[in-house]
């Protein structure tokens, strides 16, 4: 099924999750024991992030430096196809406007379609210390609404060169919202301006970035359908469980953690962890009773966080 149908056929909360491919070297079966922890919750669907490749640089023994090219992790395509064809649960395939050109999507796209793999997050992606080169007669997109419009062409089975009986993508697009703004955006109401452009480029769903105030979720909410935007908004979030965190997920993702959570952990961060899994509940027991009907769970490196809350809030 897609995304936008488990939401209009929800009779009761959904909670969906977004998992990171492991580094590369590392063994699928990382990610197996994470959907297995997650699969007695019954997940709609689960989100697959992309990442693309990126350059380093080493020294050998007589103090040559070269450049080397690398993917740090895994391909998206495969983990969905694991998750979906071994577990039976949708998957969404993040795909990137960055590091990865127009060609390679709609390449993608067949191929996710030949899994049976329907969902898309389309994503701008973060800069990276490598810039791919673009090969003569192909193209990239440079925004994510950019992106978007390719995969809703593809849906009407417009393809980037004349394809003989090709036939329509089946596709239902994701796009990011941030309760806090980009951090590119000078202001939310000009962020929103973008949202809405991804939104008319045919985008069916909206998942937000972390945050850790509902009230800025609410406030969100209430911009988006104030600019015109009636599709369905997924709230994201995420648990924290190392006091570390309160540096760096505001130094990646741009978001504020609220004074109270901060200063909870400052004063006991042995128990980050526990204090994180009652900040997230009592999130989701408001948002919950707002009447959100799908919650979205950022995981990393584990799910015993998340199947904490979840569990309590099966009770």
Same mark, same amino acid.
């Given at each position: 099924?897609?995304?936008?149908?488990?939401?209009?056929?929800? /009779?009761?909360?959904?909670?969906? !999750?977004?998992?990171?491919?492991?580094?590369?070297?590392?063994?699928?079966?990382?990610?197996?024991?994470?959907v297995k922890?997650?699969?007695? !919750?019954n997940?709609?669907?689960?989100?697959?992030?992309?990442?693309?490749?990126?350059?380093?640089?080493?020294?050998?023994?007589?103090?040559?430096?070269?450049?080397?090219?690398?993917?740090?992790?895994?391909?998206?395509?495969s983990?969905?196809?694991?998750?979906?064809?071994?577990?039976?649960?949708?998957?969404?395939?993040?795909?990137?406007?960055?590091?990865?050109?127009?060609?390679?999507t709609?390449?993608?796209?067949i191929?996710?379609?030949y899994?049976?793999?329907?969902n898309?997050?389309?994503?701008?992606?973060?800069?990276?210390?490598?810039?791919?080169?673009v090969?003569?007669?192909?193209?990239?997109?440079?925004?994510?609404?950019?992106?978007?419009?390719?995969?809703?062409?593809?849906?009407?089975?417009?393809?980037?060169?004349?394809?003989?009986?090709?036939?329509?993508?089946?596709?239902?697009?994701?796009?990011?919202g941030?309760?806090? /703004?980009?951090?590119?955006?000078?202001?939310?109401?000009?962020d929103?301006?973008?949202? /809405?452009?991804?939104?008319?480029?045919?985008?069916?769903?909206?998942?937000?970035?972390?945050?850790?105030?509902?009230?800025?979720? !609410?406030?969100?909410?209430?911009?988006?359908?104030?600019?015109?935007?009636?599709v369905?908004?997924?709230?994201?979030?995420?648990i924290?469980?190392?006091?570390?965190?309160?540096?760096?997920?505001?130094k990646? !993702?741009?978001v504020?953690i609220p004074?109270?959570?901060?200063?909870?952990?400052?004063?006991?961060?042995?128990?980050?962890?526990?204090?994180?899994?009652?900040?997230?509940? /009592?999130?989701?027991?408001?948002?919950?009773?707002?009447?959100?009907?799908?919650?979205?769970?950022?995981?990393m490196?584990?799910?015993?966080?998340?199947?904490?809350?979840?569990?309590?809030?099966?009770?």
């Amino acid at each position: 099924m897609k995304v936008i149908e488990h939401i209009d056929n929800a /009779k009761d909360p959904l909670f969906s !999750f977004e998992i990171i491919p492991p580094i590369r070297g590392k063994s699928a079966q990382e990610i197996i024991d994470i959907v297995k922890d997650l699969e007695p !919750f019954n997940p709609p669907f689960i989100d697959v992030t992309s990442h693309p490749a990126e350059a380093y640089y080493e020294e050998n023994t007589d103090g040559e430096v070269k450049r080397r090219v690398r993917k740090k992790r895994p391909g998206t395509i495969s983990i969905c196809g694991i998750i979906q064809n071994r577990f039976k649960i949708d998957t969404v395939a993040h795909l990137l406007c960055r590091g990865f050109t127009r060609e390679e999507t709609e390449d993608a796209i067949i191929e996710l379609n030949y899994l049976g793999i329907h969902n898309i997050l389309a994503v701008r992606g973060d800069e990276t210390n490598y810039k791919k080169p673009v090969q003569a007669g192909r193209t990239v997109n440079v925004f994510a609404s950019d992106l978007v419009k390719q995969l809703n062409d593809l849906r009407s089975g417009i393809y980037l060169d004349e394809i003989i009986n090709a036939d329509p993508v089946d596709l239902c697009i994701g796009v990011g919202g941030y309760p806090e /703004k980009h951090f590119e955006a000078p202001n939310l109401k000009k962020d929103i301006e973008y949202l /809405k452009q991804k939104v008319d480029a045919g985008a069916d769903y909206i998942v937000t970035q972390m945050f850790f105030n509902n009230a800025d979720f !609410f406030h969100f909410v209430d911009e988006c359908r104030k600019a015109g935007i009636t599709v369905p908004i997924i709230p994201g979030l995420k648990i924290l469980n190392n006091p570390k965190q309160l540096t760096s997920i505001p130094k990646n !993702f741009y978001v504020n953690i609220p004074t109270e959570l901060s200063e909870a952990i400052e004063k006991n961060p042995k128990h980050t962890r526990e204090i994180g899994v009652e900040w997230c509940l /009592k999130q989701c027991e408001e948002l919950l009773e707002s009447g959100i009907m799908c919650i979205h769970y950022y995981i990393m490196s584990g799910a015993s966080a998340v199947t904490k809350v979840l569990k309590e809030l099966n009770k």
